[in-house]
Antibody
Framework: QVQLQESGPGLVKPSETLSLTCGVS?????????WGWIRQPPGKGLEYIGS???????YYNPSLKSRVTISVDTSKNQFSLNLNSVTAADTAVYYC???????????????WGQGTLVTVSS | QSALTQPPSASGSPGQSVTISCTGT?????????VSWYQQHPGKAPKLMIY???KRPSGVPDRFSGSKSGNTASLTVSGLQAEDEADYYC??????????FGGGTKVTVL
């Protein structure tokens, strides 16, 4: 059974970089699936941030592309999200998830982490 | 890329059916058979209910069904049960390796 677990600081200062990690258990991160990040501001809907296939491919939401980096650490079987120059609008619950296919091939999210709340505040 | 349009709320009595719409454009919903639906209970992570418009993952009751016509996709919950009360989100491929969600629909079981 695949399990995903987000970890990282719950509080980030404005203009700094939000960094989160998603640990994957029950499946090798470089065995043919895509891995992604989604966020949900308090009381609001879901927003796709981006996804990665190791090795070689990253895909980002155009609205966040200039500030986002997603990477994989195969030695730790985890992948990470960096979002720079954050503002209060980036306050959200951040979820990591697995995609069986690339976005252009019909990607969807079949396994999700429990989510972690990140607040942007000084 | 704008979010897909969903009604804010929908409701039905136990045993009845409720249908949620998800309207996009020919650049997303209408252009690809890549619509998925997620159920989210308060404080919980979303759960995949439907993928590729009408396919159900293992373990999802057949009370849940999906369809699409033109630029609008739909999720129907038949035989409504108390545990179906939740928020539901649609998602579609939107071209250029991007995915877009709907704004969400709160389903209330009366």
């Amino acid at each position: 059974q695949v399990q995903l677990q987000e970890s990282g600081p719950g509080l980030v200062k404005p203009s700094e970089t939000l960094s989160l990690t998603c640990g994957v258990s029950g499946y090798s991160i470089n065995s043919g699936y895509y891995w992604g990040w989604i966020r949900q501001p308090p009381g609001k809907g879901l927003e796709y941030i981006g996804s990665i296939f190791h090795p070689g491919s990253t895909y980002y939401n155009p609205s966040l592309k200039s500030r986002v980096t997603i990477s994989v650490d195969t030695s730790k079987n985890q992948f990470s999200l960096n979002l720079n120059s954050v503002t209060a609008a980036d306050t959200a619950v951040y979820y990591c998830a697995r995609l069986p296919k690339s976005p252009r091939s019909g990607g969807y999210f079949d396994y999700w982490g429990q989510g972690t709340l990140v607040t942007v505040s000084s | 890329q704008s979010a897909l349009t969903q009604p804010p709320s929908a409701s039905g009595s136990p045993g009845q059916s409720v249908t949620i719409s998800c309207t996009g454009t020919s650049s997303d919903v209408g252009g690809y058979n890549y619509v998925s639906w997620y159920q989210q209970h308060p404080g919980k992570a979303p759960k995949l209910m439907i993928y590729e418009v009408s396919k159900r993952p293992s373990g999802v009751p057949d009370r849940f069904s999906g369809s699409k016509s033109g630029n609008t996709a739909s999720l129907t919950v038949s035989g409504l049960q108390a545990e179906d009360e939740a928020d539901y989100y649609c998602n579609s491929y939107a071209g250029s390796n991007n995915l877009v969600f709907g704004g969400g629909t709160k389903v209330t079981v009366l």
